[in-house]
């Protein structure tokens, strides 16, 4: 589980990360970070991490199937995001078939993409 001042909650903050961030798109998700949050956060510094599951991905036992899965992936690399950066995980119907591995070597993946953005990660 994240903590609470690890998450992103209102739509507001995912529109805007989504919108301006960086993006990566990997077989199973696509990541979207915005480095610099604007203004001081009440919950405190440091990287916030957001998860988008469509329908498309599977009904609701697999969508939260994925979630959880995503949520421990991404609390293991956190510790790689600077410190005012928001991070979106939006999960791609692959995501459902996925493994754990497959989840965390696409994350790695787009996250060195979206960390360097000259180096091109395959």
């Known amino acids: 589980m994240l903590p609470a001042q690890a998450r992103l909650r209102r739509r507001p903050e995912f529109t805007?990360?989504?919108r301006s961030g960086r993006r990566?798109?990997?077989p199973t998700m696509v990541l979207h970070l915005l480095p610099g949050r604007p203004g001081p956060t009440p919950e405190g510094n440091g990287p916030r991490a957001g998860f988008v599951v469509g329908k498309a991905v599977g009904n609701s036992v697999v969508r939260h199937r994925v979630?959880?899965?995503l949520r421990v992936v991404?609390?293991?690399e956190l510790h790689r995001l600077p410190a005012d950066a928001?991070?979106?995980v939006r999960a791609r119907p692959e995501a459902a078939e996925a493994t754990?591995?497959?989840l965390?070597?696409?994350l790695v993946a787009g996250l060195d993409r979206v960390l360097n953005p000259r180096v091109r990660s395959r």
């Open 67 to 69: 979630t959880r899965r």
């Open 16 to 18: 805007a990360v989504v």
């Open 24 to 26: 990566a798109g990997r």
């Open 74 to 76: 991404v609390r293991d």
């Open 100 to 102: 754990s591995a497959a």
């Open 104 to 106: 965390r070597a696409d």
């Open 86 to 88: 928001d991070l979106v």
